[in-house]
C-alpha cells in the first residue's frame, strides 16, 4: 500500500502556532510523490477509495447500533467564503451513506443561542455514536467573526480560547474523532470565485455583498485564523490546513483524512444477536 496517504495527513497537520503565509494554497511543494498531481488523477484516486469508505462507515454505524463501539466523528469546516466548504459536503460527504451522516451550518446565533454560552449550541449538535457530523463553520466563529469584528472584547475572546481547548478534550472523552480543517484559499482565488459568483445566474444565489465586506478585511481573518489555530492546535486536537485554491486536492484532503481515521477505528460488523441455524430454518419453511 502507498505510504502517500498517512504521508499527506502528517503534511497537513499543525500543532501550536502556524504562519498562514508561508503555508501554500496550490500546488504545496510537501505533496508526496506518490499521490495525485491533477485532478483527473485525483479524481481516479476518489473512485478507489470511494467503496472502502462507504464500507468502514456502514460497519462504523451498524456497530453503534447494536452497541458494539461508541466512537463517531466530526468534521469542523472553517475557511473564507468561497473556500469550498459546500464543494466537501458535496463531494466527499456524498461518498456516505446519508443515514449516518449529520449536516449543520451555523448561522448568525439566534435570541435563544445568545441567551447560552458559545458553546452551548454547538454541543447541541454533536455526533451519536456511529454517525459523522459535519459543522459548516462552528464555534470558532466566536474568536475569529467576533475578533475581527470586535463583537467581543479582547479579553473574552481570550478567554474563549482554553475553553474551547478544554470542551475538546471532552469530545475525546466521548470517542468523538474531531477533524477541525481550515480551507486555505489565497485572496487571488476568491477574487476569481467572487467574480464567477456574480458573472453566473446559476450561482447568484451564493452571493451575498456581505463577502465583498468581509473580502476587504482579509488580511485579518488570516491573523485570526492564526491566532485560533495557535491557541487551540494541541497533540490530541490538532488543525488540518488544507490548500483550496484547486477544488480537487482540497477534497482529496479531506477524503484521505476520514479515510485514515475510519480505517484506524477499524469498526467490524456487529455480532448477531440471534441464532443463525434457527433463523435460517424458519425462513426456509415461509417458501
Known sequence: MSEYPQNLVQALRVVGEVDLSTR????????????????????????????????????????????????????????????????????????????????????TPTK????????????????????????????????????????????????????????ERRLQARSIHLHKVMLHISSEEQFARL????????????????????????????RAYEAAIGRTATESAPWFVIPADQKWRARLCVAELLLQTLRGIDPQWPKADFDLAAERKRLDATK
Open 112 to 167: 435563544d443561542e445568545l441567551a447560552h454560552d458559545f458553546l452551548w449550541r454547538v454541543e447541541n449538535q454533536l455526533p451519536a455514536p456511529g454517525i459523522i457530523g459535519v459543522f459548516d463553520r462552528s464555534h470558532y466563529e466566536d474568536v475569529l467573526i467576533h475578533k475581527v469584528q470586535k463583537l467581543s472584547s479582547e479579553q473574552e475572546i481570550e478567554q474563549r480560547y482554553p475553553k474551547i481547548v478544554e470542551f
Open 24 to 107: 501554500a494554497t496550490k500546488n504545496p511543494n510537501w505533496w508526496p510523490e506518490d499521490a495525485p498531481k491533477n485532478k483527473k488523477a485525483a479524481g481516479q484516486r476518489m473512485e478507489a477509495i470511494a467503496g472502502e469508505l462507504a464500507d468502514l462507515q456502514e460497519r462504523l454505524f451498524a456497530a453503534a447500533l447494536h452497541e458494539e463501539l461508541s466512537d463517531s466523528l466530526l468534521l469542523v469546516l472553517q475557511g473564507m467564503d468561497t473556500s469550498g466548504k459546500g464543494g466537501i459536503v458535496r463531494h466527499v460527504m456524498g461518498l456516505f451513506d446519508p443515514q449516518g451522516v449529520e449536516h449543520h451550518a451555523f448561522k
Open 195 to 222: 467574480g464567477e459568483r456574480l458573472d453566473r445566474a446559476d450561482k447568484h444565489w451564493k452571493y451575498a455583498p456581505g463577502d465583498v465586506d468581509d473580502r476587504l478585511l482579509f488580511d485579518e481573518y488570516q
